[in-house]
């Protein structure tokens, strides 16, 4: 599941100090996001400051230094994903415009 399906079902506040923004949890993939024990091992930032860190502002991944996240600030997984989304003809826009109001 991605960065965009999923919501958190906990929030919590970005880490820096005066920031009042929704947190995501931020990670580095090869430490992965929780503890053998169950304890989240993520650090909370918002977007904003995600990217700041290196993290994908999408998923929470650390990417800092991929090309794709230089340009963007997400991973290449979530900046796909982002593209696909974005293709053309995939709105409703095929669809003709209803109007109730109109016989």
Known sequence: MSGFAC???EE???LVPGCSEAGIPCHIPAEGRYADDGTDLADWYCP???REYGYCVACGTFVAGEDVFER???CE???AE???N???GDEDDDWPEFD???P
């Open 7 to 9: 919501r958190r079902a």
């Open 12 to 14: 919590r506040p970005c």
């Open 48 to 50: 904003t400051h995600a």
């Open 72 to 74: 963007n600030g997400m």
């Open 77 to 79: 997984h979530c900046q």
């Open 82 to 84: 982002a593209d696909e």
């Open 86 to 88: 974005d293709r053309p």
């Open 100 to 102: 109730p109001y109109q």
